[in-house]
């Protein structure tokens, strides 16, 4: 899933499959599977219907699996031993025609880089094996990986190396497809866990100016408390100015042990008529999160009687999204909720399966959620099986160019199903799925493996989805009677959308309402 990334003092957001190198799901260096099948993984949960699994044997430019022998990572791990390594592919489209490839590459006599140089060496042939285009930017893939490690070989720093990795991956051009370094990982680790030690600030990076600006605040945390609001800008970190690094190192500078502080340099966002920057020194806490958070709002409907409408909203897709929200809709059901209200603004996705099982609360049967093109260009649907949805009561999805990845599909999902109407701004348009692997070094690589093509084969990438009512207060003549939900903050009550939304709902019910 990165370049556009949602950090909560770290990274939960990419749409992602999550894979531990030789030890967990997709793990080897040729994957058995079209679909890595990490997205398969507690399927039953929820009755999720993937497509059959597949060895395939044809490989664009024949470019067959790649087989790193053991003698390889001695080499790397043990020492020098001489000048030259190689790397022996068996490629072949038919096992009765098996060919042998040698690449050969100076080894450094630096124990550092030739850890590093084993790092992209698994790195190249999983990419080599999964990567979206087989041409691979059209260039020749194998001779990539020879002519990084001969720029790698006299380097003496780590992270001259790595940099190295960085620019083989970044000749792809594709910004998704990238590595991250061990810390960067378990940050990541922990943002979909849901518990970290932070200050409770999801930050991304602002895809038209690269600046680093507040999604959201943990309600009650650090942040929330100090009066941080979604849409300030992160100008510096203690001290330091933060231009130009990636959202995944500013979220790593914020984390810290509980009882330690960082100090932040915020200016406020667009939307504040303060234009003052001011310094907040914050508490590091143990962070222990949902990313869902809801309330009820009650209002009068236009025929005089007064309505319960839900509302949820979505700020990740962690491993507890679909169970966090499957127990607040029940909770909402009990309390006599008859509509629905799923923001899904400024949510920039994270675990496909997430966004998957958070779907099919709302469905039911054997509905598409999602269409998958693999490198192949072969096309296949994930549908649910047999599903039963939470709730049947009208559902309005809220949407922005903040929602991307895993957000898309679950929008997407809902409104070509005939579930839900889409209301606010056109989405940000990111219709790739990226496999995360972690490498032998404790490294994390990112693989674009797929496009993804909504229910109605509607493609979302660099295009978004256009929602059926653009979010304006002017739509309405005038605001209706509303009274909220004592738990209900004030920005949600003056908030255009939701009231448009609320309206929507309306309309819905006094369709489906007897005349």
Known sequence: MESFCSNFDLNPSTTSLISKSFQRPTSKLFFPSRFPSSICDKNKKFGLKLPATRKS???HNNKAPVELKDSLFRWVSGGVFGFAAAVSLCCSDSPAFAQSITIAFPVSHTREINTVQRTLVEAWGLIRETFVDPTFN???????LQQTMVE????KSEDAAYGKIKGMLSSLGDPFTRIISPKEYQSFRIGTDGNLQGVGLFITVEPKTGHLVVSSCVEHGPAARAGIHEGDELVEINGEGIEGIGSEAAAQKLRGCAGTTVTVKIHPGTDSKNSNFREVK??????RFSPVSSAIITHRTPDGHM???G???LSAFSQSSATDMQNTIREMENQGVQSYILDLRNNPGGLVKAGLDVAQIWLDGDETLVNTIDRDGNLFSISMANGHAVTHDPLVVLVNEGSASASEILAGALHDNGRALLVGHRTFGKGKIQSITELDDGSALFITV???LSPGLHDIDQVGITPDVQCSADMLNSPKESSKDKNLNSPLEADSCIIIAEHE???????ASPS
């Open 311 to 313: 509302y949820v909203k």
């Open 307 to 309: 309505s319960k409408t």
């Open 152 to 155: 790698m070989f006299p380097l």
């Open 138 to 144: 059209h260039q020749d893939w194998d001779l990539k």
């Open 505 to 511: 709902l309306d309309i819905q019910e006094s369709e």
């Open 450 to 452: 797929a496009k993804y």
């Open 282 to 287: 914050l508490p590091r806490e143990v962070i």
């Open 57 to 59: 044997n044809t490989h």
